[in-house]
């Protein structure tokens, strides 16, 4: 009897891209439904047009770069980074910010980088860089958090006639739809010589974080746990970059707690969380020793807090990740682990 | 003093992998059938093919050698029954390259009439162990483990061994032969031990299983008692795939690595399997040299899964056939267990030293391998890598065919255990790449060796020519001075002299050829770099 013949090992795999990225698109949701909580429907355009955008954007390079597309587009690696650019942007923003943010993301940042594996940089932190540094104003439109005390509350309707058409209830000027995030906030008013016990008097200000950021920074936490736990992700980046972050922000806290934000407040506010566990996990652009990603999210971290407190932009994750990418492949090469029956380096 | 561990660790990486050993271990170990016609390889093991001794049409008895080793690293091969050699030639035989190998093929009388092999030792336990490992040599022995290298030169590491390590583990999946051997032969097992650790002068010896073998470790337990074995320590590692590889059971066993490129007789350890253990007891107190071994025959494919004692050179469909044949299911033939095993393209093969189990796979067992997609560089190989590798890193650089770097990343450290490919999300054959930079970089060198050679060679020539080129000038600088220091005067005496010095120089150059070959060797000497050139970048 003949057989045919394949090479070892043979035993059925039990993984695959496809599945991994469905994890971490699931252990997003807890910090996705929060998000929609506190700042409405214009989450959830951002996250269809987002995606829509990236799996169209994905499609048609695939098609041009003839490669395979059913099989790519399923690995889910496109409709991940439409997620997780969507889940960065001001859910007031109009319609074509997320569009623009996706497509450039796919396209260039994935696509004309080298393609999935290949690209050097996260997609989805240079379509948000994009469209940070292009659309600065655009980029503000956060309303402000449910259960704020505010004048006007956002409808669906409204929400979309906003985002769609750019036209704004009646009677209402955008400025007084939106607010600045906890922090902008901070920065501003460490600027006009505010201490941090007066910044955080504010309603604006919850508990340890920015009011309704510190729930979805834990939702978000809650989801990148489960991650670790289903293996989906590994420790040593969230814990390098929130080690950092927690401890820099305590040296300077503890140096000055007039002047500095609370490490608590750095933890639990932005896109902590979201960048920890989701962004800066991201494998293909991050550093892959078990060493060297430690040192490249302690990377991440340190620059976040020094974006975060000296820079000019409200939150930082997104120009970390991308300045510690460069840093990934010489970061690799000189945190080699010690290969069995070596002696110690 | 190697210290053996009260509690064994567990090794790094590796996988949990479902065991699947439960179904071939259902049935009591029981012999083959003896087949009509046995094909016996040459070459069953690591090193040099045995050379034949035998001819068509000559008759042979059961464990008569058919060949012998001419090298250290070697090992003779015997008859494995009573019967007629009807054919010395090539023959397909399990082996990674898919070559033919030479075999002698016997015709079985059926009577499985025994040789007198001069193996059996009276009292091996007082005999020099150089006596014991002349045997063990003879007897054919190599490691039944599956590498197969011959077992007498493990028993001869040429420094003191304080360690004897038995290899119980059997980590893969679907493999049970050693642990019905230990179940059901308990005693030739404990035997074999003992020989080996005599032979070795052991101080210590410890035999290593996997903690998902109770039952074993319970035979062997009270085997030791009954034999009043005191100082033989058993000890159960975790269940871990791959904690049976020789590295990783040391390193479970003692905390110890053995160094890269090394081996455990470099830090006083010797490792041998069991059923090689096992094989030098009936070799040294039965006289039986190696010519069966216990094969685990399972999966979905085969009816009645069990473990059979096989002739070595039954052909592997008649083993088949002793266990009920195939299943409609069959759809791979594998040599080994589902993670390091070679693919077999049919069953007319013979079953060899190394062939520690048939798996006749369905296609849920081994499934066609998913189209590879591109690597995301997760790391979950890293997770698993039990020689603390970057197997992306070195797919990285094996597929860009860059093997220096891929040396820097010490591919040659990878054991090619499978665990990074069977946890890769990219569905990446990685093993298959590390083969293949392996085997190019082997090419390379090689390619290397002989580059030397030639310039080795023209070096030696140019230097030869320079040499004889300076020999003629000096010889052409004396004359020359010869010439001048002639007195000017011209009297007779002078004058004949000179005749005789001329007559001399002329006799001179006829006795001397080589001057003008000299010569012309200076002048094909010109070409001659460039074409030698030439042939090194050939």
């Not at chain 2, 049409?57 to 050698?65: A, I, T, W």
């Not at chain 2, 890598?385 to 220096?404: E, I, M, V």
Request: net charge neutral.
């Amino acid at each position: 009897m003949d057989f045919p013949t394949q090479s070892s090992p043979y035993l059925p795999v039990d993984n695959g891209v496809g599945r991994l990225m469905a994890r971490v698109s699931v252990a997003l949701l807890p910090g996705a439904l929060c998000l929609f909580w506190f700042f409405g429907w214009g989450v959830v355009f951002n996250l269809l047009i987002s995606t829509l955008t990236a799996l169209g954007a994905e499609a048609l390079m695939l098609l041009l770069r003839r490669r395979p597309v059913k099989a790519s587009l399923l690995d889910g690696s496109a409709l991940l980074t439409g997620l997780l650019l969507a889940l960065t942007l001001p859910p007031l923003a109009p319609w074509w910010l997320p569009m623009l943010g996706a497509g450039f993301a796919i396209v260039v940042a994935k696509h004309l980088y080298g393609g999935l594996g290949y690209n050097p940089f996260n997609p989805a932190m240079v379509g948000f860089v994009v469209l940070i540094i292009s659309f600065p104003l655009q980029m503000t439109l956060w309303p402000p958090p449910q259960g704020l005390q505010h004048d006007y509350a956002l409808h669906f309707g409204d929400t979309l006639q906003l985002v769609f058409g750019g036209t704004l209830p009646e009677g209402r000027a955008l400025d007084s739809l939106t607010m600045a995030t906890p922090l902008d906030n901070a920065k501003t008013q460490f600027g006009l010589d505010y201490t941090w016990s007066e910044i955080t008097a504010t309603p604006l200000f919850g508990r340890f974080g920015g009011y309704g950021w510190e729930w979805i920074n834990l939702a978000y936490l809650a989801g990148g746990l489960w991650l670790w736990r289903k293996r989906a992700i590994q420790w040593q980046i969230p814990t390098g970059m929130l080690g950092a972050l927690f401890t820099i922000a305590l040296l300077f806290f503890i140096a000055d707690s007039d002047s500095f934000g609370s490490p608590l407040f750095h933890l639990f506010s932005g896109a902590t969380m979201l960048g920890a566990f989701f962004i800066a996990t991201d494998p293909v652009s991050a550093a892959t020793t078990p060493r060297g990603r430690l040192y490249y999210g302690a990377g991440i971290g340190v620059l976040t807090y020094a974006i975060r407190t000296w820079g000019g932009y409200p939150d930082a994750i997104a120009f970390s990740v991308l300045l510690m990418n460069m840093a990934a492949p010489t970061i690799d090469y000189y945190t080699q682990p010690r290969v069995f029956g070596h002696p110690d380096k | 003093m190697i210290e053996i561990l009260e509690q064994p660790r567990q090794i790094f990486g590796g996988l949990r992998l479902a065991a699947n050993k439960a179904q071939s271990l259902r049935t009591p170990l029981r012999s083959a059938p003896l087949p009509e016609r046995l094909i016996v390889p040459l070459s069953q093991h690591i090193g040099e093919p045995a050379e034949t001794l035998v001819q068509v049409g000559d008759k042979v008895l059961k464990g008569q050698p058919i060949a012998r080793s001419l090298n250290y690293i070697s090992a003779p091969v015997h008859a494995p029954t009573s019967g007629t050699v009807t054919d010395i030639g090539e023959y397909a035989v399990p082996h990674p390259s898919g070559l033919k190998a030479t075999c002698v093929v016997i015709h079985a009388d059926g009577a499985d009439r025994s040789a007198d092999t001069g193996l059996k030792m009276d009292d091996v336990f007082c005999a020099d162990p150089a006596d014991i490992r002349q045997r063990v040599r003879e007897a054919g022995i190599v490691g039944l483990g599956g590498a197969g290298f011959p077992t007498a030169v493990k028993l001869n590491p040429g420094r003191p061994v304080e360690l004897l390590v038995i290899n119980a583990a059997e980590c893969e999946p679907y493999i049970s032969c050693d642990e019905a051997l230990m179940c059901e032969r308990t005693a030739e097992v404990i035997d074999g031990v003992r020989i080996m650790r005599h032979a070795l002068q052991a101080q210590q010896v410890v035999i290593g299983v996997e903690d998902n073998m109770p039952r074993a470790v319970d035979c062997l337990r009270r085997g030791l008692e009954a034999a009043g074995e005191r100082d033989i320590r058993l000890l159960a590692v975790p269940t871990v795939y791959p904690a049976g590889g020789e590295k990783q059971l040391i390193y479970a066993l003692t905390g110890k690595e053995i160094p890269s490129q090394g081996l455990p007789a470099d830090l006083g350890m010797v490792c041998h399997n069991v059923g090689t253990a096992a094989a030098v007891a009936r070799a040294l107190l039965q006289g039986e040299p190696l010519i069966s071994r216990i094969v685990t025959i399972t999966g979905a494919g085969v009816s009645q899964p069990c473990n059979l004692e096989v002739r070595i050179g039954t052909p592997i469909a008649d083993v088949i056939a002793s266990c009920g044949g195939y299943t409609e299911q069959a759809a791979h033939l594998l040599m080994g267990g589902p993670m390091m095993g070679i693919p077999l393209p049919n069953d007319r093969m013979p079953v060899i030293k190394t062939s520690n189990c048939l798996l006749a796979a369905s296609v849920e067992e081994i499934p066609p391998p998913p189209a590879a997609l591109p690597c995301i560089r997760c790391a979950r190989c890293t997770e698993v890598c039990p020689a603390y590798l970057l197997p992306q890193q070195l797919f990285w650089y094996a597929r860009s065919r860059d093997f220096d770097k891929v040396q820097d990343y010490n591919l040659f450290d990878c054991i090619e255990c499978g665990c990074c490919a069977r946890v890769c999300p990219s569905h990446i054959p990685l093993v298959q790449y590390y083969r293949f930079a392996k085997t190019e970089i082997w090419d390379l060198e090689r390619q290397r060796t002989k580059a030397d050679l030639a310039r080795q060679r023209h070096e030696f020539r140019v230097e030869r020519l320079e040499r004889e080129k300076k020999a003629l000038e000096e010889r052409r600088a004396a004359a020359k001075k010869g010439l001048a220091a002639r007195p000017k005067s011209g009297d007779a005496e002078a004058k004949k002299a000179e005749i005789a010095a001329a007559l001399a120089r002329v006799k001179g150059k006829k006795t001397q050829p080589a001057t003008v070959s000299a010569m012309r060797g200076s002048a094909d000497s010109e070409q001659g770099p460039g074409s030698d050139t030439g042939s090194d970048s050939r």
